[in-house]
């Protein structure tokens, strides 16, 4: 398989989403999460376009920015007044934001992660191995996308993080199929995936307002 | 002109329609009922691969349609597959009329039944992966309609089919290493692992099967049945490629005996679990557990390959009961839950002790949903004892064991059927029996009780045709 210049931003790309999915996991502000997505999709693009082409790597990036330009739009477009499940009027602070963590939850994540994350540099040479045409940048990157996204998933039951998380997840295993296979359908199909996430995202969102966080 | 034009590309456009006239429900069920019967009938007469003439004209009907560098194929021996898809889309569709489902059933069901059809067509196989993981996206609006909160369910829901994606399309890439490397290779564990995970995920198989009764507890029951049955269908059939594709996995034994394991398990777990719900929704989620791995100890029934013919058979001619079951079960509930208690939610509106007493009212809807339960129960005369027969006498000639688990899961069903049956007509003495259900929902009820009936007492009508669709997978006929 060809291995495109952007090879040398590997590194970049790897720190750059291990960076964002951190900070997705214990940022509670939706304007700062959803950036920050945006920009991990620039690094799930990088680490992308080392194997395939550069046009149909860039679908990555766009489906990635409408997917949050979807989520952005529909939480910003909320009414200001929502209700909650048992259908009690929710201020608007409380309906736009993920509230729920506390200092010590905070730092459990963090913790979580970063532990998560030194497993990730551990299993990263073997599955290089395994893999015969993915750089060691590649695999810690989507390892770490792949590993925060479930346990972004396993921490919250708020409709929106859970999508983000799903988002994360997905973007993680893109990475690794993306040395793998190369073909224009499958990369249609995944930005439509990613799309679709993103659409339900903003159903949920409009459609009711979230849960407890744990 | 091609086929999945026909199957796919023209039911996709006008599901479209049906979704922007969705206002006009009643409009759009007929019109929705109309195109399923009218693209089942197409299935069966058309000439798929050859030319139709009609009058003057001549138009070759041809079977591939190559979108983006890859092909969708709709052979003539998908024909029988198309037939049944289709019929059975037009059968849940006519269902929906009194089930006062949301009015994105047909059109959203429509959109389902595209997409699944696009999945049994696309080659490589393996793709069939991502476009389930569209299915689950856009069914996504008919489980959790708008104005209401988010269930967990809901969210599990499409947590584990998005997990599940990843899972099998990575499992493509090992497979394709495994067929090219050595048989004690590394890759051989690898991928069992991930696709046996992957199948886990889709399939809500234990432990991942939360998600079911979540669902059947918080969701229209109708919808649900409708997911579930749909689901489980087509998660079959590309179980069954996998198997066809790869000859390795398909006489590995120890496949054959996680399958009789994990069997064993679903189906006690559920069978002990549905005889002491106290909500008729997640009754029907753990039913549709325990036919998971009925269906599970059928195929491992297969005896690493040798018999696997003879094990699709019976998994295939068990598609009409279970779904003629689910169906008369769901609309049951769903007339329950119409004359809820009321609250308008099916969580709270389908417990026991809000339904008790209800079988004076509507003795129709209550005799149709315990007939379903017993048919599910495998009990005689009802739809679903010629297959379990079967299932039984298959299962029992590899693993005695299974078989007897098989047969307690059944008891679990039906001891939940004779416990519904009693809370639901025991009331106080002063109430009179009467029939309070509507016209349709009479007719409707009283169609699927006789059908019930009709295929358990005739089965040689109608369970042989299904039987002969596992011909489609060649490479596993002996």
New interface residues.
């Given amino acids: 398989m060809e291995i495109s210049g952007f090879q040398y931003l590997a590194m970049p790309g790897a720190l750059l989403v291990l960076l964002t999915s951190m900070l997705l996991l214990a940022v509670q502000d939706w304007r700062v999460c959803l950036a920050l997505l945006a920009i991990q999709y620039v690094g799930v693009f990088v680490l992308v376009a080392i194997h395939w082409p550069m046009i149909i790597a860039l679908t990555k990036l766009v489906a990635g920015w409408i997917a949050t330009a979807l989520l952005v739009t529909a939480i910003s477009g909320t009414p200001g007044l929502a209700h ?2 048992d259908q009690t009027p929710l201020k608007s602070t409380q309906f736009r934001s993920m509230p729920g963590l506390s200092i010590s939850a905070w730092i459990f994540r963090i913790l979580t992660a970063a532990m998560i994350v030194l497993v990730v540099f551990t299993m990263a040479p073997l599955t290089a191995e ?1 893999i015969p045409t993915i750089q060691f940048e590649e695999v810690v990157g989507a390892l770490i996308l792949l590993c925060l996204g479930l346990l972004h ?1 396993g921490l919250t ?1 708020i ?1 929106l993080r ?1 999508v983000i998380a ?1 988002l994360t ?2 973007s993680g ?1 893109e990475i ?2 993306a040395a ?2 190369v ?4 990369a ?3 930005a ?2 990613t799309l ?2 993103a ?2 995202g903003a ?2 969102q ?4 979230g ?1 407890v966080e744990t | 002109m091609t086929s999945p034009l026909i199957w796919i590309v023209m039911p996709a456009i006008y599901a479209g329609i049906l979704l922007v006239l969705r206002r006009w429900d009643r409009i759009v069920v007929v019109l929705g009922i109309l195109v399923s019967l009218i693209l089942a009938w197409f299935a069966w007469v058309a000439p798929i691969g050859d030319t139709i003439v009609i009058g003057p004209w001549r138009v070759s009907l041809d079977d591939t349609l190559t979108i983006l560098g890859r092909r969708f194929v709709l052979s003539a021996t998908d024909a029988p597959l198309l037939t049944l898809i289709y019929l059975g889309l037009a059968f849940w569709f006519g269902g929906s009329i009194v089930a006062n489902a949301s009015n994105l059933f047909v059109p959203i069901g429509l959109g389902i039944a595209t997409l699944l059809t696009a999945a049994i067509a696309v080659e490589p196989f393996l793709y069939s992966a991502l476009i389930i993981e569209l299915v689950t996206i856009i069914s996504i609006p008919l489980i959790s309609p708008p104005n209401q909160p988010v269930g967990r369910g809901t969210l599990r829901y499409l947590t584990f089919q998005t997990l599940a994606m990843p899972l099998v399309l990575f499992t493509g890439w090992i497979l394709t290493g495994v067929e090219a490397g050595p048989p004690d290779s590394v890759f051989v564990v690898h991928g069992n692992i991930l696709l046996a995970l992957g199948f886990a995920f889709m399939l809500a198989i234990f432990p991942f099967h939360t998600w079911v009764t979540m669902l059947a507890e918080e969701t229209h029951p109708y919808v649900g049945a409708f997911i579930f049955y749909t689901f489980s269908l087509v998660i079959t059939f590309f179980g069954i490629s996998f198997l066809e594709r790869y000859a390795w996995l398909r006489t590995s034994s120890g496949l054959y005996d996680l399958f009789r394991l994990v069997g064993i398990l679903m189906v006690v777990v559920a069978g002990l679990w549905v005889a002491f719900q106290r909500h008729l929704g997640r009754m029907l989620g753990y039913a549709v557990l325990m036919e998971t791995g009925l269906s599970l100890l059928v195929v491992s029934a297969g005896l690493a390959g040798e018999h696997l013919a003879s094990s699709l058979s019976i998994l295939f001619a068990s598609i009409l009961p279970r779904g003629l079951a689910f169906a008369v079960w769901a609309l049951a509930l769903s007339i329950l839950l119409r004359a809820g208690n009321g609250s308008v939610t099916p969580a709270i509106s389908l417990r026991l002790e809000g339904v008790q007493g209800k079988g004076r009212k509507m003795p129709l809807t209550i005799a149709a949903l315990v007939m379903a339960m017993f048919s599910l129960a495998g009990f005689p005369l009802m739809a679903g004892f010629p297959i379990r027969l079967a299932l039984w006498d298959t299962v029992a000639k590899v693993s005695t064991l299974a078989a007897i688990v098989a047969l307690l899961g059944g008891v679990g069903v039906l001891t939940s059927g004779l416990r519904t049956l009693g809370i639901l007509i025991t009331g106080a003495d002063d109430v009179p029996w009467m029939v309070s259900e509507t016209r349709g929902e009479q007719v409707l009820i009283l169609l699927g009780g006789m059908g019930l009936l009709l295929v358990g007492i005739f089965p040689q009508w109608f369970l042989p045709a299904l039987a002969h669709l596992a011909n489609i997978y060649l490479n596993i006929q002996p």
């Fill in positions: 909650g499940v395994w998933l039951a409709p859970v799903l997840t997905l295993f690794i199929y793998v296979e073909s224009t359908l499958v249609g199909l995944l439509v995936v679709g996430l659409l339900i159903y949920f409009i459609a009711s307002v849960e």
